[in-house]
Nanobody
């Protein structure tokens, strides 16, 4: 079973920055996608950013130009650099991996890390 461990959340003022890290227990090359989701109180979990097979990246419109997803293959780490944070970025952030096969999609999730943007 894949294990994902997030770190780096916290309290930051509007306009500030945070870097989230996710340690993955298996080679990140074995996954179809690796990414970050978030869930704010009373809202559905939503995709923030992901790296898909081939290295292409996708971002939610609300974070384009402010957030950057990256990975460190040798260490099986995935990062989310968040700049120019806004109050609406407040949420629990989850690391995610997806593995597609003929049997379907296998999702794995971390435990989540809280990001609070407030003055």
């Amino acid at each position: 079973q894949v294990q994902l461990v997030e770190s780096g959340g916290g309290l930051v003022q509007p306009g500030g920055s945070l870097r989230l890290s996710c340690a993955v227990s298996e080679s990140i090359f074995s996954f179809t996608t690796t990414g970050w989701y978030r869930q704010a109180p009373g809202k559905q979990r939503e995709l923030v950013a992901a790296i898909i097979t081939g290295g292409n990246t996708i971002y939610a419109d609300s974070v384009k130009g402010r957030f950057t997803i990256s990975r460190e293959n040798a260490k099986n780490m995935v990062y989310l650099q968040m700049n120019s944070l806004k109050s609406e970025d407040t949420a629990v952030y989850y690391c995610n991996t997806k593995r597609w096969s003929a049997l379907g999609t296998k999702d794995s999730w971390g435990q989540g890390t809280q990001v609070t943007v407030s003055s």
